[in-house]
């Protein structure tokens, strides 16, 4: 079965610099998720998308924004990386049908 | 403060025992879900509960929603070593909206 698809898996930056993470959620999937987690916490709920509309906004720093394009995939974009910012990412998208997310393996980030 | 609470937070047990965890909060949740989540990678989705009171059954691990909404817990029997990982709970208090997590629990099941 198809799964959430995230890219890169591992990303190296510099304090300062922008990144850009990508995720492709399960087909017929209509809400995509993005979380951060750090070192032993649990996920932490920064956006979502219903419909590639904004649905929910969470603890998303005022340098990163979001969006979702006509094919659904999305984009995480960072801006000003601060050390702060290493940590796991997680994309999920939810089946409409049981209200169940399903999380992708997750992009590492690590600032330097 | 967390809207969900989890306990223990770290369990470590001998194969073969049993044990539950326990997902706690004052908030009323339409849908709450297990995961279990080894170290770097994404939270694996276990169950979804909906409806209170209601007992689902994945092999050995029982889950249980409380009757209130409020709380679960997750029995497993027979706990192997395959079992060791981080079990986190997430509850969505509305439909469609983002879920929020406990802190989760870490299980560690020796040989």
Redesign the interface.
Known sequence: AAG?IQSPRHLIKEKRETATLKCYPIPRHD?V?WYQQGPG?????LI?F?EKMQ??K?SIPDRFSAQQFSDYHSELNMSSLELGDSA?Y?CASRDRT?????????T?LTVL | TQLLEQSPQFLSIQEGENLTVYCNSSSVF??L?W?RQEP??????LV?V?TGGEVKKLKRLTFQFGDARKDSSLHITAAQPGDTGLY?C?G?RN??????????TRLSVLP
Not at chain 1, 41 to 45: A, M, V
Not at chain 2, 40 to 45: A, K, S, W
Request: zero cysteines.
């Open positions: 959430v809400t998720y916490q649990d996920p932490q709920f979502s219903y649905s929910d969470g796991l997680f049981y209200n169940e997310q399903f999380f992708g393996p997750g590492r | 339409s849908s879900q995961y770097g990678e994404g939270p694996v989705l979804t909906v986190l997430a969505a439909y469609g909206q983002n879920f929020v997590f406990g802190p989760g």
